[in-house]
């Protein structure tokens, strides 16, 4: 153990000299002010150059990386990478440890999909009556609703699909478990429709106005504009 630790603080300062080097050789150069300060009161010399340094977002991104991979290597030397990957089991606290992440990463592309699989349609369709069809007040006013629904904190989620979508789905299947893929995928999509809805009505406003008159004058409807124009 003390010289895992050891061989961990030597490469910690290493690499922290190294970015330090980095940043020295090919960091930001000082800036020159563009005003003159006065001197002060007391007789203080005054500034007459701004050293500006910092260190580059990358270099963290790099210590991320590095400390990432220095910290699982101790977890693949008790478990491998096939077994790791392929394993259909998940369970570290249980006496025949087993540590598969195939089940945690179909679980989240299932939910993915079906939150998908909701919002867009969902988010889209309003996008497009507030874009085009709702009237100027009513498009004021459920434009800040949506952008406050985005902003309610997932943990209230988690409890609406326990408590109220899981119970309601399995009126309709009993067999359903409390613990299921369904309602999370329909609460997650729920959750991201005011996301999409907003930013797709942003882009739907974006588009000139001009464009739209052409598809009047074309004697396209408004629901024609919106689907194959806008």
């Known amino acids: ?17 190294l970015t330090l080097w ?18 002060f009161e007391c007789g203080a010399t005054p500034i007459e150059q701004v050293n500006v340094k910092a260190v ?4 963290y991104a790099i210590a991320i990386v590095f400390i990432l991979f220095y910290e699982s290597s101790y977890f693949f030397e008790h478990v491998s990478v096939k077994d790791f990957i392929t394993d259909t089991m998940w369970t570290p606290l249980f006496a025949d440890a087993r540590y598969g992440i195939l089940p945690l ?7 993915t999909g079906v939150a998908v699989l909701v919002a ?49 789905l399995q009126k309709i299947w ?15 999509g729920l959750m991201i429709v005011p996301y999409v809805a907003s930013v797709s009505e942003d882009a739907m406003r974006a588009v000139p106005k001009y464009m739209r008159e052409g598809s009047y004058a074309m004697g396209a409807t408004k629901l024609q504009t919106a689907l194959r124009v806008v």
Request: hydrophobic share 55%; no cysteine.
């Open 56 to 59: 580059p977002v990358k270099y």
């Open 174 to 188: 009993p067999d359903l478990p409390g613990f299921n893929m369904l309602s999370a995928g329909l609460v997650i």
């Open 1 to 17: 153990p003390y010289l895992s630790f050891l061989v961990y603080l030597v490469a910690i300062l290493a690499f922290v000299a």
């Open 105 to 111: 990463v179909s679980g989240t592309l299932t939910v």
């Open 120 to 168: 867009i349609p969902v988010g889209t369709i309003i996008a497009i009556y507030l874009s085009e069809f709702a009237p100027h007040h009513l498009r004021e006013s459920v434009k800040p609703v949506l952008e406050l629904l985005g902003a309610v904190p997932t943990v209230v989620y988690g409890y609406f699909a326990l408590l109220m979508v899981t119970p309601l």
């Open 22 to 39: 980095l940043n020295k050789v090919v960091g930001p150069k000082p800036v020159a002010s563009a005003m003159k300060l006065e001197p």
